[in-house]
């Protein structure tokens, strides 16, 4: 399973560094246009901080199999979907009401976080 985590994570970080790349100069104009460069730089952000996290997960869950690791990397998955997708959507379509589901990314973010350390101290 560890396996599936780390090309989970490392999926994630090639993206995170391709999404934000991509905002920085194919983007850039539209971002502006929007006001939004700010909001695609956090989305960026929390992306490549939760992707590395489930690298974090995957090699702790190498040495120390858990099912709390397991879904730890999966929750951090849906995190980065809701959190850092709703942010990029709403940065490059300025649609307003995307901003709704952000929070549910960012409670998927502390619920993945809750998940580890409960991993760490029953495993």
Known sequence: MHKKILITGATFSFLAIAIGAF????????????????????????????????????????????????????????????FSGSLYLLATLNLPFLGMITPIGGLAFLIGWATYILGLFRE
Do not use: C, Q
């Not at 695609?40 to 974090?56: P, W």
């Not at 190498?62 to 990397?73: D, G, I, W």
């Open 23 to 82: 905002g920085a100069h194919g983007l850039h104009s539209i971002l502006v246009a929007y006001d939004r460069v700010g909001t695609f730089e956090t989305g960026v952000l929390y992306h490549i901080m939760h992707a590395l996290a489930i690298l974090i997960v995957g090699l702790t869950e190498t040495k120390k199999p858990s099912n709390y690791f397991r879904y730890s990397a999966w929750i951090f998955s849906i995190g980065i979907l809701m």
